[in-house]
Antibody, heavy 115, light 108 residues
Framework: EVRLVQSGAEAKKPGESLKISCKASGYSFGDSWIGWVRQMPGKGLEWMGIIYPGDSDTRYSPSFRGQVTISADKSTGTTYLQWRTLKPSDTAMYFC????????WGQGTLVTVSS | EIVLTQSPGTLSLSPGERATLSCRASQSVTSNYLAWYQQKPGQSPRLLIYGASSRATGISDRFSGSGSGTDFTLTISRLEPEDFAMYHCQQYGSSPQTFGQGTKVEIK
């Protein structure tokens, strides 16, 4: 059974850094893309970027390039989404999902950034 | 970047009625790589349709997708109570992939 399990909710202050995770199981991790999607409160879905763990090929949306870093650890089957400097506007639910057609999704990680 | 525009923003219908949702792209979607997702409050999205018209595993045949190029449609033939939700379209044919802003199907 394919599963994507994301790390828990985070409450951070502006200017802090953060790394959230998405652990995959039930399939060959290196053979499928994993993407990240943002959903701000009450809003639609935004495609942030995607990584192919097999060779770490990573693509970003222009809206998110330079703002976040996507990485993957093949040894643990885990993909990461990282911020160096959080802003209140980063407050959102973040989902990971498998493949370009996003056939399986994680449960989401709520990130709240507030002073 | 391909911009996807979904219409209407909200669709108010009764159970048993037919729902027709539109997704229009600002330029042609490569190989009709267009997907539809359903999202209920507090849940992750669920893949319904990919390749514009192929149903994902386990999806009811009440859901059908059609279209090509820049105009795509999701049809729900007879609305069941569990179908009232938000629906998102996504193009995955070119990078960056993009989503539409969503259509809410609500009970009339």
């Amino acid at each position: 059974e394919v599963r994507l399990v994301q790390s828990g909710a985070e409450a951070k202050k502006p200017g802090e850094s953060l790394k959230i995770s998405c652990k995959a199981s039930g399939y060959s991790f290196g053979d499928s893309w994993i993407g990240w999607v943002r959903q701000m409160p009450g809003k639609g879905l935004e495609w942030m970027g995607i990584i192919y763990p097999g060779d770490s090929d990573t693509r970003y949306s222009p809206s998110f390039r330079g703002q976040v870093t996507i990485s993957a650890d093949k040894s643990t089957g885990t993909t990461y989404l990282q911020w160096r400097t959080l802003k209140p506007s980063d407050t959102a639910m973040y989902f990971c999902a498998r493949e370009r057609i996003f056939d399986y999704w994680g449960q989401g990680t709520l990130v709240t950034v507030s002073s | 970047e391909i911009v996807l525009t979904q219409s209407p923003g909200t669709l108010s219908l009764s159970p048993g009625e037919r729902a027709t949702l539109s997704c229009r792209a600002s330029q042609s979607v490569t190989s009709n790589y267009l997907a539809w997702y359903q999202q209920k409050p507090g849940q992750s999205p669920r893949l319904l349709i990919y390749g514009a018209s192929s149903r994902a595993t386990g999806i009811s045949d009440r859901f059908s997708g059609s279209g090509s190029g820049t105009d795509f449609t999701l049809t729900i033939s007879r609305l069941e109570p569990e179908d009232f939700a938000m629906y998102h379209c996504q193009q995955y044919g070119s990078s960056p992939q993009t989503f539409g802003q969503g259509t809410k199907v609500e009970i009339k």
